[in-house]
């Protein structure tokens, strides 16, 4: 039997409708990110956190419960979330560079401003959790999967040595652990203390850059 359109209406494409859902779904799980740090910037970061639930992000979100549990397992997945938009935005920011043909150390000093930045702009209580948390989801206990820090530094290292400022020969894993521990350490030390924002730019980048001149070219230190 053909469906009979009722007159005045029209049926939405798929592709226009599935854009639509996709929209919406993203708003949502934004919503849901700021209405959980507007709770836990209330006060006392870890007492904010603690005293909070699905419950009250979703309240303050104006979603349902199950609208939460459709983008986040639990109060964890969201700090990750954080971490993931700043791991994601290092990516691209690599990606947009090496596109450019940009310089590897202005490339470097770039991305390491560019996640200072975003680092200060929640509060320091979630510095640390998130970094107690890990940069890496935990698939066994249904937390997110999550860029690794890692990998963002692997693609940095990477286009440095395609542009011929490092060696072929340098381990870009190995290099590149080692700016994911002496990056977390500086945002840790942020996160426990009170330094400024100027602070952790300006460590970010000056560490990534001391590990940058010890293994680039001769020439290019």
Same mark, same amino acid.
């Given at each position: 039997?053909?469906?009979?359109?009722?007159?005045?209406?029209?049926?939405?494409?798929?592709?226009?409708?599935?854009?639509?859902?996709?929209?919406?779904?993203?708003?949502?799980?934004?919503?849901?990110?700021?209405?959980?740090?507007?709770?836990?910037?209330?006060?006392?970061f870890?007492?904010?956190?603690?005293?909070?639930?699905?419950?009250?992000?979703?309240?303050?979100?104006g979603?349902?419960k199950g609208?939460?549990?459709?983008?986040?397992?639990?109060?964890?997945?969201?700090?990750?979330?954080?971490?993931?938009?700043t791991?994601?935005?290092?990516?691209?920011q690599v +990606? @947009?560079? /090496?596109?450019? #043909?940009?310089?590897? =150390?202005?490339? *470097?000093?770039?991305?390491? %401003?560019?996640m200072? &930045?975003?680092?200060?702009?929640?509060?320091?209580?979630?510095?640390?959790?998130?970094?107690?948390?890990?940069?890496?989801?935990?698939?066994?206990?249904?937390?997110?999967?999550?860029?690794?820090?890692?990998?963002?530094?692997?693609?940095?290292?990477?286009?440095?040595?395609?542009?011929?400022?490092?060696?072929?020969?340098?381990?870009?894993?190995?290099?590149?652990?080692?700016?994911?521990?002496?990056?977390? +350490? @500086?945002? /840790?030390?942020? #996160?426990?203390?009170? =330094?400024s924002? *100027?602070?952790?730019?300006? %460590?970010?980048?000056? &560490?990534?850059?001391?590990?940058?001149?010890?293994?680039?070219?001769?020439?290019?230190?």
């Amino acid at each position: 039997m053909i469906p009979v359109m009722e007159p005045g209406r029209t049926r939405t494409p798929p592709r226009q409708r599935a854009t639509l859902v996709n929209t919406r779904s993203r708003e949502s799980r934004l919503a849901l990110t700021r209405a959980a740090l507007r709770l836990w910037s209330e006060g006392d970061f870890d007492a904010a956190y603690e005293a909070s639930t699905v419950a009250d992000i979703a309240h303050a979100a104006g979603v349902s419960k199950g609208t939460f549990y459709f983008h986040f397992p639990n109060k964890e997945a969201i700090l990750l979330e954080m971490s993931s938009a700043t791991i994601q935005a290092m990516i691209d920011q690599v +990606e @947009a560079g /090496t596109a450019r #043909g940009v310089p590897l =150390r202005s490339l *470097s000093d770039q991305m390491m %401003t560019s996640m200072a &930045r975003r680092v200060v702009r929640a509060p320091r209580g979630a510095a640390l959790r998130a970094g107690a948390l890990g940069f890496v989801g935990r698939p066994d206990d249904g937390t997110l999967a999550i860029p690794r820090l890692s990998v963002a530094f692997e693609s940095l290292l990477r286009h440095g040595r395609e542009r011929g400022e490092l060696g072929e020969q340098i381990d870009v894993e190995e290099v590149a652990a080692m700016m994911t521990a002496v990056t977390m +350490e @500086a945002i /840790t030390r942020w #996160g426990a203390g009170d =330094r400024s924002a *100027s602070w952790l730019r300006q %460590t970010l980048r000056d &560490r990534v850059t001391v590990i940058l001149r010890g293994i680039s070219h001769p020439d290019e230190s």
